[in-house]
């Protein structure tokens, strides 16, 4: 199978009532246990890297694992995602590099710290739109901002996505979906206690837009075993806490399409690491450790996919090229020229 553009991913989860999970990758091991996980459950899938992610890997080595997991897995849609863009350039690297959808971020400035007003969100992310949508690539807007800092990405403080005014910027700048912000937080240290997300903004927008895929950041659920067993074998990570899975399936039930997960498989590899250096220390071997660190990671995940409803739907559709979605997105801007 081809790399599938985010767009018909999405879409079709949304029909069919489920929700896709993107997970973050730096390496080799992480993109091999999301696709043994999405194999193992045959569900479509969004594999994402960060602009720091592409930094850690010189860009072409990431570029090249992503189609080394396409090539391997010719029966799993998947999407090669940027997550979190900051700025057009970010945007044509990512689709220099191949990759099928595109998030950017223009609820921050370049910097990805400050937030920004309306207009410059809808300015830099209808430029995104136009530039990609050029070459078939969706992309993902963000309005409102959310709590914590995550690869340098964060403002530090949460406003909650106004509805009225994510219809409109849906509108105003043609973004194929969009994350909003209803409470959840980037990073392992989300909560002091189990939180309320606000799923009725998700409902709101859903009645304003219509059947557009909605983005939850932010939502890894940081689960206390995880983190036990980090903390068991030398770790040090007290009162880690994150969105519980009952929530997500709340916001999937009313328009969420897309559920970011970074937090957990950092947390699976980690403890499967230190229990290998704590408990066999004699071991040198760097597949030693990196093999049950894959597995745990593929175990989450796994987990996750089963959770979102996304299991056994991998099939459910012919998968699109990206010169079909292109062709999509010019019948649909020559509609609206007409109107
Ligand atoms: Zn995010």
Not at 308 to 336: I, Q, T, V
């Amino acid at each position: 199978m081809p790399l599938v553009p985010g767009r018909q991913i999405l879409e079709e989860a949304l029909k069919g009532g489920y929700g896709v999970g993107a997970f973050n990758v730096n390496n080799m091991e992480q993109i091999q246990s999301i696709m043994m996980a999405a194999r193992e459950t045959q569900s479509p899938v969004f594999i994402q890297a960060s602009r720091g992610a592409l930094k850690y890997s010189n860009l072409v080595y990431l570029r090249h694992l992503m189609l080394a997991a396409a090539e391997e897995n010719p029966d799993i849609p998947m999407a090669m995602h940027l997550d979190h863009g900051n700025n057009l350039d970010s945007a044509k690297t990512a689709v220099g590099l191949g990759f099928t959808s595109v998030m950017i971020d223009g609820s921050l400035k370049e910097d990805a710290k400050t937030p920004t007003t309306y207009d410059e969100n809808v300015e830099v992310t209808k430029k995104v739109v136009d530039y990609c949508h050029q070459y078939g690539v969706s992309v993902e807007g963000e309005i409102g901002t959310l709590g914590g800092i995550e690869d340098g990405v964060g403002s530090g403080q949460i406003h909650l996505t106004d509805p009225v005014q994510a219809a409109q910027f849906i509108k105003d700048t043609g973004v194929d979906y969009l994350a909003l912000a209803i409470g959840t937080s980037h990073g392992a240290y989300k909560f002091k206690a189990a939180p309320k997300l606000a799923i009725e903004i998700v409902t709101k927008v859903r009645e304003l837009v219509g059947n557009v895929p909605m983005v939850m950041h932010g939502s890894s659920s940081v689960p206390k075993e995880l983190v036990d067993e980090v903390n068991q074998y030398g770790g040090k990570m007290p009162n880690a806490m994150g969105v519980p899975i009952a929530s997500i399936q709340e916001g999937i039930r009313s328009g969420v399409a897309k559920i970011n997960v970074d937090t957990d498989g950092r947390l699976a590899i980690t403890g499967a690491i230190r229990k290998v250096f704590a408990t066999e220390p004699q071991k040198f071997d760097p597949r030693e450790y990196l093999t049950p660190a894959r597995e745990a990671h593929a175990k989450v995940v796994a987990e996750r996919m089963r959770q979102f409803g996304a299991a056994g739907h991998a099939k459910d559709y012919k998968p699109m090229s990206l010169d079909e979605n292109k062709a999509f997105y010019l019948s649909k801007s020559k509609a609206g020229a007409s109107k």
